[in-house]
């Protein structure tokens, strides 16, 4: 059953370098009913399956095979009657468990009783939530990501859903844009280790994949969704192909195209890297499927002039899928017969969709059985993984004078912010009239923690759960001044994260700032938590509190753990997986830069920098702090030269120098010091989580092969240069610990 080793193996081939994550076990197998994990086939079993499709697409008139093209859904124009008339071989966003089966036996009356892929965008979870991508990925840990998914996995299917829209493993640096909550961050090297991770763990729990969205989505120019996207061949295969391949590699079924559109041709038209590179280059054996209405949105782009050649620009680009457009059911037949699009193509993108049903195992599977939501729901164990996940998803950014954790001379907590107040849950159960999974206020979380001699009091401060408007802030400082300590909750939720929501300023809203300002106005020391989707700017008031707190979304245990920090139960590990400007102006912004010509040496007015601002971020990819101090020593290579087809090796001592038992990630970056074209000041290659005990050190040894060094030129062309690397170690990405190494012929 442990998965891991095949997204390992998957993320190794694919980077050429093993992740070293010896140290961490494979996932404990739940009790209960574990799902079917979803895998492909091969050998004798796969072709097996060809001879399958090729059996049943004799048998399939051209309207049931246009039919299995279909992917509708819960709105006005889908009708049940459809799947047993063949019309749908997919259905989305229906989740309660009685909707699932009725498809289900549905498709079982159809003529060719081919089954329904039930899809949902189980992102992080259904009843238990698991922190968000972006919070998962701050743990920098993949077997906890890999177990985020799998739990997300396991529910959804417990409603009877096969199929998710995830993992999203856009590439972004551009925190304006509202999707970065689903990814993994900004850089690549990570998001590619977690891109597998999710695959992997999406399959054990019961789910087919699909990789979104294909490709450059996150590059929208201004951060405002949807927009286009310019992206030079060198940086799309160096930046936003490596996640797609690692997830490819980790067996992702489906691919998924996006809404924007990239160098003038959108995604869902683009037949270059959807036919040609992704089903030709990658050899992606699944089918790949539109964006929402995105086949239509063609039109829009001004790619098509109406619905039958949206379906021309569409199909031919390679789209099996037509996510809920209804355009292919509309005209995909009439081009059919009228000529302009071949039987022999949609018969391919058919087998491509009959193929994953197989590989699935939907034809064998069992119909659906609504009592598994009930036994499967909310369970002990997903909440376990929620909150082991969540520990080690909290960064903690400022820490001054040690206020964290909380002293035994702390006597009273204020705790402000209806983020922190509230309680939350999420919508999925309620839509489907299943039970919900409640999520503990802060206040209650802490109080239960600290001894009873700490009295936590709370003050909401905001007029709405989602503290979207003004609302008591006389109460809230009224609490915050009969406390020793006031911990206040701020940042975004309910609608303000997720598609559609760009930010054209990341500064905390103002009303939030004034009710900030307002506490710190009190002269109590003030712990501040960022409850944000994406990373906010701290610069008007950084500098006035005494710890800040960074949680991107933890999921239903997210304030357990918080509590855990606060009290010093958990000792903080997360490091942040994007950078965190100083001013909104400064995105984008992020480490693994090019250098420039006149870097910002003497602070003189022609060197790259701003008038009105530093050049340096608030906080670097990587950084996060801890209740113990890490120190990094002896960095070593065990060779000064290595050959292109070599290893660097190497080994640093890290310490834990003073403070509890924790965690530390090692960060090795590597900067080419002379290529032809100007490379990166230095770019992560390597990454391990280690627990070391206090006032013990350990050695921590590394291996880079010389082939993850490379990058593409302007023809796409993998290339890999002699001379000198610098390596540079630490735990964040300004680490100064260098050591250099040579590579020759
Ligand atoms: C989003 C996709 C999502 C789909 C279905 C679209 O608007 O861009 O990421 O999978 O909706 O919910």
Redesign the pocket.
Known sequence: MPASPRWLLAAALLLGSLPALAQTPAPPVPAGSPPVPRAWKTGEEAAAIERRIDALLAQMTLEEKVGQLNLWGRGDEFRLEWVEQGRTGAV?NFVSPMEVRAIQLRAARSRMRIPAIIAL?AINGFATYMPQPLGQAATFNPRLVELASYWSAREARAVGINWT?AP?IDMTRDARWGRVMEGAGEDVHLASILAAARTVGYHRGGLATSA??YIGYGEAEGGRDYNSVWIPVSKLWDYHMPPFQASLAAGAFTV?TS?SAMNGIASTADRHLVAEVLKGQLGFRGFVVS??ESVKELIAHGQAADGPDAVRRAFGAGIDMD?MAGLYDAHLAQLVRSGAISEAAVNESVRRVLRVKMHMGLFEEATYDPALAQRDLGTAEARQASLEIAREAVILLKNENAILPLKPSVRSVAVIGSLATHQADWQYTENAGLPRVISPRLTDALAAILESRVRVTAAAGFATHCSLAAGDTAGAVATARAADVAVVMLGEDCEQYG?GTSRAHLDLPAHQQALLDAIIATGKPVVVIMHTSRPFVLTRFIDRVAAVIQAFHLGTEGRTALAEVLAGRTNPSGKLPMTMPRATGQVPIYYDRLPTGRPRLKDFRYETGYLDEKLEPLFPFGFGLSFSRFTFDQLTLSSPTVPRTGTVAGSVRLTNAAGPAGQEVVQVYVRQRVGQRSRPVRQLKHFEKVAVAPGSSQTVTFRIPVQALGYHDDAGRYVVEPGEYDIFVGGDSNATLAARVTVTE
């Open positions: 989305m965008d829209f999203m979104k969205h998924m809404l964006d929402f996510m598609e």
